[in-house]
């Protein structure tokens, strides 16, 4: 079976190519859009990660695409419809990474609530002042976390250890998990209402895009937004207004709408953007010049921990895949 492989850094390659002990693979460090398709019209699996855009167009031109491993858990990069009418399976990634977003999750609380981005460019200036960087403890205060899976509940593990309440929103909620870790479920308006930072842990789908909006940041009254899901999941514009007003207190965000346009430059004279595309470039760049968002560049993830778990999870999806046992499936 030919691969070919995506969003791939050398020391990945070695490992895949150790691993899967066969010839004829391909690998390119860009995403898919950036390769030459003729290059690879003769795969029969494909492999990438979230900014390889696997569209309806893409999988037309691949013929004999039987396979497509994103080395992810989210797969809203990819069509899946036009999978479906292809019979084409898609695996990903469910689970590898949930100690490491989640610490890095309270990287960014800890950053916010101590005010340590302040702190640093403030001393590597050689101003020595602590005017204005009182910062606040955690222990006693309400942390609302939207999306207790995996991640957050590790997320919740780690604030009880800080001595934070906690409020927890999920479709699927598991009471016992909930009696063992003392935490509550509550309603999305009472985590809105209730929270002194609200921390999102959830996929991107119909459901959750912008779940957190102008109606939802109305309810709030000087809140800390933590994102480390998907950037669409809150709309630029509200939290735009929310942070300019005051009831968004301060943001730490590892993903933003439209962050492509916002980290790689080049994808601006790929995509055409429109009208509302340039507004919330614009509105993205406003942000993340305030002194109280801290920004990192969709990082959450990258640990060497997890990335090897990463792809040991896509060299068991492929093998399976090839043994006819297709695990991991989202199609």
Request: hydrophobic share 40%; with cysteine.
């Amino acid at each position: 079976m030919r691969i070919v492989f995506f969003e791939v850094h050398d020391w990945e390659k070695a490992f895949l190519e150790d691993k899967l002990r066969e010839d004829g693979h391909s690998f390119y460090a860009c995403p898919l859009q950036d390769a030459k398709r003729e290059e690879f019209l003769d795969a029969e699996a494909i492999c990438t990660f979230i900014y390889s855009k696997v569209t309806r167009d893409v999988i037309e031109a691949l013929p004999q695409l039987k396979l497509i491993v994103t080395r992810s858990t989210g797969y809203d990069h990819i069509d899946l419809a036009a999978c479906r009418e292809r019979g084409i399976t898609v695996c990903n990634v469910p689970s590898y990474g949930e100690n490491t977003v989640a610490e890095h999750t309270f990287a960014l609380i800890l950053n916010l609530s101590r005010n340590v981005h302040k702190s640093y460019l403030r001393t590597i200036q050689n101003d020595f002042r602590i005017d204005d960087l009182r910062g606040f403890d955690l222990k006693g205060k309400t942390l609302g976390v939207i999306g207790a899976g995996h991640i957050g509940l590790h997320v919740i593990k780690i604030a009880k250890g800080f001595g934070m309440h906690v409020l927890a929103f999920d479709p699927k909620p598991q009471p016992f998990i909930a009696d063992i870790l003392h935490y509550r479920y509550a309603s999305l308006d009472e985590i809105y209402t209730q929270s002194d930072i609200i921390t999102l842990h959830v996929p991107l789908n119909e459901h959750t895009r912008h779940l957190i909006n102008a109606e939802a940041i109305a309810k709030m009254n000087g809140v800390i937004i933590i994102n480390t899901s998907r950037g669409e999941v809150i709309d630029t514009d509200a939290l735009y207004e929310g942070l300019k007003s005051g009831r968004i207190k301060g943001a730490g965000l590892d993903v933003i709408e439209q962050e492509r346009l916002i980290t790689e430059e080049h994808q601006l004279l790929a995509v055409s953007p429109n009208k509302q595309d340039w507004k919330t470039l614009y509105e993205n760049q406003e942000i993340l010049k305030m002194p109280n968002v801290v920004f990192t560049p969709h990082n959450a993830f990258n640990s060497q921990e997890a990335l090897e778990r990463i792809l040991e999870t896509t060299v068991e999806n492929i093998t399976a895949y090839a043994h006819g046992r297709p695990t991991n499936t989202v199609t």
